[in-house]
């Protein structure tokens, strides 16, 4: 690789790494090309050569950490001392942290790119089959019941936090709130007493 190519795939990062961080804390009608180019000490021209628009921007962005996100929990679960319940209270904690750090103003905006909207539900299908995969995995392994259609399970959570995504509770609540409430409930429903258990002993961490 020449130094010019690495320069330019360094500086895509660079750039993609301080819009989001941007667009997550401040919205992303609210920050300008020239917000992200000050952050970066950049001319905006240098800016446009990479991201021809603010969208794709956020475009990338959101494909960027959806990427990062997988490969995060892809090495968790793989993990030979880890099990399906570990790995969902581990896709919690990182989801908390995240939804720590994003304002609500966020998802308000991106609805208006519908690139953008499209990347996302294409996203969400895509995690919905993986979900399926990792399910059955745990049903044979005992931790989930056996009696359950999870494709139906996952489509019927997604569409239950895309609701609150659509309405005034994502105003009225916090999202670690919203998202704590709705997984504990929801996954109970899912367990076996083997997988009960391993759920009530995390749980208890969480207390301490």
Request: glycine share 4%; proline share 1%; hydrophobic share 40%.
């Amino acid at each position: 690789m020449n130094t010019t190519t690495e320069y330019k795939i360094n500086l895509k990062q660079k750039i993609l790494d301080a819009a989001f961080r941007l667009f997550t804390r401040k919205g992303i009608r609210a920050v300008k090309m020239d917000d992200i180019a000050a952050s970066l000490s950049i001319s905006k021209r240098t800016l446009y050569e990479i991201f021809t628009d603010k969208e794709s921007l956020v475009y990338y962005g959101v494909k960027y950490y959806n990427d990062h996100f997988n490969e995060i929990m892809i090495k968790y679960a793989d993990a030979p001392d880890h099990n399906p319940i570990d790995t969902i209270m581990h896709f919690y904690h990182l989801q908390i942290e995240y939804n720590r750090q994003v304002m609500p103003v966020f998802y308000e905006d991106v609805r208006k790119y519908n690139k953008v909207c499209k990347l996302i539900n294409d996203l969400k299908e895509e995690r919905a089959r993986k979900g399926v995969d990792f399910f059955e995995k745990g049903v044979k392994q005992g931790f989930f019941r056996e009696d359950i259609d999870y494709a139906l399970a996952l489509q019927i959570a997604q569409a239950s936090m895309a609701g609150f995504h659509d309405t005034k509770n994502i105003k009225r609540y916090k999202l670690e709130d919203i998202f704590r409430s709705f997984v504990f409930v929801f996954l109970r429903g899912l367990c076996t007493e083997k997988g009960l258990q391993c759920l009530d002993r995390q749980l208890e961490l969480l207390k301490k």
